[in-house]
């Protein structure tokens, strides 16, 4: 079958979800579905020919999560080769003697371009090794789908273009607004990957039916363009995703699909042979429309944060481009809601000369009060400017951008990402972690907010204004790696740094030196020891905190009052070796022990 060039004057039908068959089947969630292709190869042929039957044209291979990043979650990286060429011939199979096009499905990686990098993984070579195994296979037609990233279909297109001549779909998953979570208009996105040799493009995935009809009506004319929608949005009942849309109402939307110039349309989450049964009987009656009214996309809006009857929050950046010197103090949230030593602190260390209090995120994955609301207490109450840790571990991408905006809306501007300890070394160790991103995407998340869309590319009508931080750890034993992904941090949109607790000065020019070149104030953490207990608690115990052994030998049985001065006195000296070379510092409170950190508050300010 010749799918490009029936295309050019016929409306084709394709396949519905794999996915959602073999859950209905029986088949765990937990299982790799692609390696059914090797194991259970009758089961997925079968869904194949129900598919054929109910009028599909095009049939994809069981290959979505094929490739080896995918693959490793279950420990077949081995078995890219293995898993596709199964999934090719089972499908060759299935259409055989019938003009059935055969789309090897390809997915995105699942992992964003600062996690490749830190793995080392090389997404060409990954996404090549599938191509390669699938062409091998004897599919008639590549399906790349699902991407949201533009780049990342980049990667895969060019290689694609480097290993076979096998016409390409380029489809991406992309809301009804019309805007790739990487940024990219959708009919930019559509015109780039013709250049990059698509030979169709279209959407897939992330929406029902009436949201890809309003995203079909943001596509230009022009394109040889395919739709695959979800069926609907699904409830979660019981381990399993149940999808309610009727079959003739997903039909009713495929011809409004047609009116928006699509030719190419399937099924993607939740449908199944009842519903591209109905899908065919309608594309049967319909012929291709060529010319549309494209609805314009509106630019985003570009409007700075505001907050009623409130001042917009001052930046600790306008502070240093002022010439001013900058003093943060890390005052972590009670783990209690006796909070009144708490708030005591806080207005004791702003008297003393402190900037802004940074409030950590469950440091450690240990319980604390929210730290939005506590910082909204600093703010209202005590007009104190609050600087929020924002952890990876404990919300997905979508309540972290909602943390985000709640944030926005409280009129709170600075923000530290972090990816977060994982929960189960803190206090509640049966606890899951989430890690939706990285500290990095989550860096790039706000820095989507701050130009006025979500994650997902929806607009969100009134740009934030965060001035986003990121941390740094000088005290690794391969500087030039935290160098490299403090860069990375950089380029991802982070304004400031600041660091781990530093115990040594020879590090602090160290890091002067390894840094000089990035546009971004350091903010040196300064953490004043208590006692020798406490030094060596901190060296053995807390990740990313090194104590040199010269401190740890002169802290040594130093308790009370005596390791307290020794303390400060170092803290003093680390202090002042900062501030002679970055334009201000970072104070951590130890244990809520605030009295000390106000001394060296004052001393930071005098100096």
Not at 531 to 544: C, D, I, K, T, Y
């Given at each position: 079958m010749d799918l490009v060039g029936e295309l050019?004057?016929?409306?084709?039908?394709?396949?519905?979800?794999?996915?959602?068959?073999?859950?209905?089947?029986?088949?765990?969630?937990?299982?790799?579905?692609?390696?059914?292709?090797?194991?259970?190869?009758?089961r997925i042929q079968e869904i194949h020919e129900e598919y054929i039957r109910a009028g599909a044209r095009v049939i994809e291979t069981n290959t979505f999560g094929g490739n080896a990043v995918r693959l490793e979650r279950?420990?077949?990286?081995?078995?890219?080769?293995?898993?596709?060429?199964?999934?090719?011939?089972?499908?060759?199979?299935?259409?055989?003697?019938?003009?059935?096009?055969?789309?090897?499905?390809?997915?995105?990686?699942?992992?964003?371009?600062?996690?490749?990098?830190?793995?080392?993984?090389?997404?060409?070579?990954?996404?090549?090794?599938?191509?390669?195994?699938?062409?091998?296979?004897?599919?008639?037609?590549?399906?790349?789908?699902?991407?949201?990233?533009?780049?990342?279909?980049?990667?895969a297109l060019r290689r694609k273009s480097e290993l076979t001549d096998i016409p390409a779909i380029a489809s991406f998953a992309c809301a009804a607004e019309g805007r790739l979570a990487s940024g990219v208009l959708i009919g930019e996105?559509?015109?780039?990957?013709?250049?990059?040799?698509?030979?169709?493009?279209?959407?897939?995935?992330?929406?029902?039916?009436?949201?890809?009809?309003?995203?079909?009506?943001?596509?230009?004319?022009?394109?040889?363009?395919?739709?695959?929608?979800?069926?609907?949005?699904?409830?979660?009942?019981?381990g399993r995703f149940i999808y309610y849309t009727a079959p003739d109402y997903f039909a009713g939307a495929a011809r409004e699909m047609v009116a928006q110039g699509a030719r190419l349309i399937g099924g993607c989450c939740g449908t199944n042979p009842k519903h591209i049964r109905a899908l065919a009987a309608a594309l049967a009656a319909l012929e291709p429309v060529r010319n549309k009214v494209v609805r314009v996309i509106e630019s985003a809006p570009v409007v700075a944060p505001t907050k009623p009857s409130a001042v917009v929050e001052e930046s600790l950046l306008d502070r240093i481009a002022a010439g001013k010197r900058v003093i943060i103090c890390e005052l972590d949230p009670p783990k209690t809601l006796a909070l009144e030593k708490f708030f005591t602190g806080a207005q004791a260390l702003v008297r003393a000369g402190c900037d802004a209090i940074t409030l950590a995120?469950?440091?450690?994955?240990?319980?604390?009060?929210?730290?939005?609301?506590?910082?909204?207490?600093?703010?209202?109450?005590?007009?104190?400017?609050?600087?929020?840790?924002?952890?990876?571990?404990?919300?997905?991408?979508?309540?972290?951008?909602?943390?985000?905006?709640?944030?926005?809306?409280?009129?709170?501007?600075?923000?530290?990402?972090?990816?977060?300890?994982?929960?189960?070394?803190g206090d509640h160790p049966g606890a899951a972690s989430v890690y939706d991103v990285n500290s990095v995407g989550l860096i790039a998340i706000i820095k989507r907010l701050n130009e006025g869309f979500s994650q997902a590319g929806k607009a969100i009508n009134r740009a934030t204004g965060f001035v986003i931080g990121c941390t740094f750890n000088p005290n690794a034993k391969n500087m030039d790696a935290q160098v490299q992904r403090l860069e990375r941090k950089v380029a991802a949109g982070?304004?400031?740094?600041?660091?781990?607790?530093?115990?040594?000065?020879?590090?602090?020019?160290?890091?002067?030196?390894?840094?000089?070149?990035?546009?971004?104030?350091?903010?040196?953490?300064?953490?004043?020891?208590?006692?020798?207990?406490?030094?060596?608690?901190?060296?053995?115990?807390?990740?990313?905190?090194?104590?040199?052994?010269?401190?740890?030998?002169?802290?040594?049985?130093?308790?009370?009052?005596?390791?307290?001065?020794?303390?400060?006195?170092?803290?003093?000296?680390?202090?002042?070796?900062?501030?002679?070379?970055?334009?201000?510092?970072?104070?951590?409170?130890?244990?809520?022990?605030?009295?000390?950190?106000?001394?060296?508050?004052?001393?930071a300010r005098s100096i």
């Open positions: 050019q004057d016929s409306l084709i039908c394709g396949d519905g979800a794999m996915g959602t068959l073999l859950l209905d089947r029986g088949v765990a969630l937990e299982r790799c579905f692609e390696e059914l292709c090797v194991s259970e190869a009758a279950f420990g077949f990286e081995a078995r890219v080769e293995e898993i596709n060429r199964a999934a090719a011939r089972i499908a060759r199979n299935a259409a055989s003697g019938k003009n059935i096009c055969v789309a090897g499905s390809i997915g995105p990686l699942g992992i964003t371009a600062d996690e490749a990098a830190a793995r080392g993984i090389d997404r060409a070579a990954c996404f090549g090794a599938q191509i390669a195994a699938l062409a091998e296979g004897g599919v008639d037609v590549l399906f790349f789908e699902t991407f949201m990233d533009f780049d990342e279909m980049e990667i996105a559509f015109a780039r990957a013709q250049e990059l040799g698509a030979a169709i493009v279209g959407a897939n995935c992330m929406n029902g039916p009436h949201a890809m009809v309003q995203l079909l009506e943001r596509v230009p004319a022009g394109f040889i363009t395919a739709a695959y929608a979800n069926a609907g949005y699904p409830k979660y009942h019981e995120d469950n440091s450690l994955a240990i319980l604390r009060v929210s730290n939005l609301a506590i910082g909204a207490m600093l703010k209202e109450r005590f007009g104190i400017m609050p600087l929020l840790h924002l952890s990876c571990r404990d919300r997905n991408v979508l309540g972290l951008q909602s943390e985000l905006l709640g944030m926005a809306a409280l009129g709170m501007r600075h923000v530290l990402p972090l990816t977060g300890d994982p929960a189960r070394v982070a304004q400031y740094a600041m660091t781990q607790p530093v115990f040594d000065i020879r590090l602090v020019e160290k890091m002067q030196q390894r840094t000089a070149h990035l546009p971004i104030p350091i903010f040196t953490g300064v953490w004043p020891l208590l006692s020798g207990r406490q030094a060596e608690f901190l060296h053995n115990e807390v990740p990313g905190i090194v104590v040199p052994d010269a401190v740890r030998s002169d802290m040594a049985g130093r308790e009370g009052e005596d390791g307290r001065a020794c303390g400060v006195k170092l803290a003093q000296e680390i202090a002042r070796a900062a501030l002679a070379r970055f334009p201000g510092v970072y104070l951590i409170t130890p244990f809520l022990q605030y009295q000390t950190t106000v001394e060296l508050a004052g001393f």
